[in-house]
């Protein structure tokens, strides 16, 4: 059976801590990173398929476990884990929520996903908040991620209430899961990554990598795209000789990646700052019942106007 699961959010480390996790000689990660188990349709396969699904390349006696976005965030997820996990222990990674709002929206933009500007795609959120749906329905979360992952667009966005930690960490002490549910907040990643890495691996009762073998897992992964120039001389030569025409989507959407991140990162109105820090106030008043975060680590929640898109 999965021994840990890390629930999300998304844009809060999960691939940094995926790496950690799967270099370490006892643990056994799923193939691929996420499987989308438990918030899709393979939930109906029933949890030992799952397991032959997912980790059938993990020998006995190692810990195998998930690292998940979503699993934080899609309303019926935990009760589907207390019902069919309960004895896996939790993770959960929080994030400044304007910073991972902003975040989310950039890796969409940039990737040709969401083509609004972040203002419109913040107002198209606040009225899906108020009209639906709430994805409580997981037909209504599966058309969404189908949207993303085979269509490469946006159906409903969710940049708003990916933040909405307090409702989300309610769901699962409401389902029984609070006494075996690490919390954990991604500034103190960025901030001392060999100790955030430390607090996981006492969770999980392992002893840590050594520290060399941390900063390998943390190094930064722009080694893992082309160069700028050169991305720069194949838009060039392509439009130039008609070969855009024919050239692979997979490239295409490189191509526009890079197009959208040369522009730059465009500034938040202070309108639309001011709106998503009213919202998340709110929820740091129902996150503190759940937990005792360093709030101070979000800035963005009181006057900063310096928002990190990474």
Known sequence: MVDFLVLGTAKAGT??????????????????????????ASHLTGIYAYHEKYFPHCP????????????????????RIAKELPGTQLIAILRDPIERA???????????????????AIEDNFKRLE??????????WVNHLSSIRDQGTVQYRTYIDYGFY????????????ADRLLILQFEKMKRDGASYV???????????????????????????????????????????SGLVKIIPEGAKQLIKTWLAAR?????????????????????????????????????????SNEIEAK
């Open 131 to 140: 009209n639906g749906p709430d994805f409580s329905n997981r037909k209504d």
């Open 102 to 120: 902003y975040s989310d929206w950039w890796m969409m933009h940039t990737r040709g996903w969401d083509p609004l500007s972040f203002e419109d």
């Open 60 to 79: 006995d006696g190692k810990l195998r476990g998930e690292v998940a976005t979503s699993y934080l965030f899609v309303p019926y997820v935990a009760g």
């Open 166 to 177: 307090g409702t989300q960490l309610s769901r699962y002490h409401a389902a029984g899961l």
């Open 198 to 240: 430390e607090q996981v691996f006492d969770f999980l009762n392992l002893s840590p990598p050594v520290r060399d073998e941390l900063a390998a897992a943390f190094a930064d992964r722009q080694n893992e795209a082309l160069p700028s120039r050169r991305i720069g001389q194949i838009v060039g030569l392509s439009h130039r």
């Open 15 to 40: 691939t940094s801590i995926y790496r950690v996790l799967n270099s370490h000689t006892q643990i056994c990660m799923s193939k691929p990173k996420e499987t989308w188990h438990f918030d899709s």
């Open 263 to 303: 522009r730059g990162k465009p500034e938040i109105s202070k309108e639309i700052l001011e709106r998503l820090r009213q919202i998340y106030n709110l929820q740091a008043n129902e996150l503190k019942k759940f937990s005792e975060l360093d709030l101070s680590l979000w800035p963005t929640l009181r006057d």
